[in-house]
């Protein structure tokens, strides 16, 4: 083979996918054995991971994405897909305009909440206990990131996210029948109740913080924390966004047109 050939071949190699004409191959799945035999989780799982997942850590993958879905037009995702929606462009527009939205605050704070989960896991690795790892841990993240805590308190709902439990409830089951370990569970849990303690009351665990639990026991790493929920919520930006294409309207901004923005004479 010339070099020039190599290299060209070589410029996006992958291990992901096989493809030539007549050929489609996932990590050495044949699509055709993957068409209405795998679920989309599993799909989702074989294509980042190179492997299929059991029954058991599909359920548990498939309740964090379901749970993620939507929250809302009050959302900035789902409102900036919405606005997007009323100003001409296609589905594809509205859906990256709403995506783009999950930065570190809204709906990517998961990665950073994990990130917080692994380091927990690292110093009781140490031999610390888990809540002296706990306030280590959490004392070391405001230094790096502020005061609040991603994956926790929620401006809707407190003292609890509704979501939250649920997801928490499947994860303990999880963890009873050998599926995961249980231990991101504990973690969760130790830094919501330091967090309650410090300010004197109850806090929620939030969407970010109860996916991270999940996404850290079926051993993703932080960044994929951030990319799976963008899958997850994209469902409601794309309902959000095909529902305001039927109900119509144009240019439509943040708020009414017969209300102005506070202007202040700086």
Same mark, same amino acid.
């Given at each position: 083979?010339?070099?020039?050939?190599?290299?060209?071949?070589?410029?996006?190699?992958?291990?992901?996918?096989?493809?030539?004409?007549?050929?489609?191959?996932?990590?050495?799945?044949?699509?055709?054995?993957?068409?209405?035999?795998?679920?989309?989780?599993?799909?989702?799982?074989?294509?980042?991971?190179?492997?299929?997942?059991?029954?058991?850590?599909?359920?548990?993958?498939?309740? *964090?994405?379901? #749970?993620?879905?939507?929250?809302? @037009?009050? %959302?900035?995702? /789902?409102?900036? &897909?919405?606005?997007?929606?009323? +100003?001409?462009?296609?589905?594809?527009?509205?859906?990256?305009?709403?995506?783009?939205?999950?930065?570190?605050?809204?709906?990517?704070?998961?990665?950073?909440?994990?990130?917080?989960?692994?380091?927990?896991?690292?110093?009781?690795?140490?031999?610390?206990?888990?809540?002296?790892?706990?306030?280590?841990?959490?004392?070391?993240?405001?230094?790096?990131?502020?005061?609040?805590?991603?994956?926790?308190?929620?401006?809707?709902?407190?003292?609890?996210?509704?979501?939250?439990?649920?997801?928490?409830?499947?994860?303990?089951?999880?963890?009873?029948?050998?599926?995961?370990?249980?231990?991101?569970?504990?973690?969760?849990?130790?830094?919501? *109740?330091?967090? #309650?303690?410090?300010?004197?009351? @109850?806090? %929620?665990?939030? /969407?970010?913080? &109860?996916?991270?639990?999940?996404? +850290?026991?079926?051993?993703?790493?932080?960044?994929?924390?951030?990319?799976?929920?963008?899958?997850?919520?994209?469902?409601?930006?794309?309902?959000?966004?095909?529902?305001?294409?039927?109900?119509?309207?144009?240019?439509?901004?943040?708020?009414?047109?017969?209300?102005?923005?506070?202007?202040?004479?700086?």
């Amino acid at each position: 083979m010339a070099e020039s050939e190599t290299e060209i071949e070589e410029w996006w190699r992958t291990s992901i996918i096989d493809m030539e004409p007549g050929k489609i191959a996932f990590w050495k799945h044949p699509i055709e054995e993957l068409i209405g035999n795998v679920s989309f989780p599993q799909m989702i799982w074989l294509m980042l991971r190179g492997e299929l997942p059991s029954l058991d850590e599909t359920k548990l993958l498939e309740a *964090a994405l379901v #749970g993620g879905v939507d929250h809302g @037009p009050q %959302a900035p995702s /789902i409102a900036a &897909a919405r606005m997007a929606a009323t +100003c001409g462009v296609g589905l594809n527009n509205v859906m990256a305009t709403g995506v783009n939205m999950l930065g570190d605050v809204h709906g990517g704070a998961g990665e950073q909440c994990a990130e917080l989960y692994f380091d927990i896991r690292d110093r009781l690795e140490t031999g610390l206990s888990l809540e002296s790892a706990t306030q280590e841990s959490i004392k070391s993240w405001r230094e790096k990131y502020g005061k609040i805590i991603s994956g926790f308190g929620h401006r809707f709902h407190k003292p609890t996210d509704p979501r939250a439990p649920r997801l928490m409830e499947l994860v303990r089951k999880s963890a009873k029948q050998g599926v995961v370990s249980g231990i991101f569970a504990e973690i969760g849990e130790a830094v919501q *109740a330091a967090i #309650g303690k410090q300010r004197g009351e @109850p806090i %929620a665990m939030n /969407i970010d913080g &109860a996916t991270a639990v999940i996404f +850290c026991e079926l051993g993703f790493p932080p960044p994929l924390s951030r990319g799976l929920f963008c899958l997850s919520r994209s469902v409601g930006i794309l309902a959000h966004g095909w529902e305001q294409i039927q109900q119509g309207g144009r240019n439509k901004g943040p708020i009414p047109p017969n209300y102005l923005p506070k202007y202040e004479d700086g």
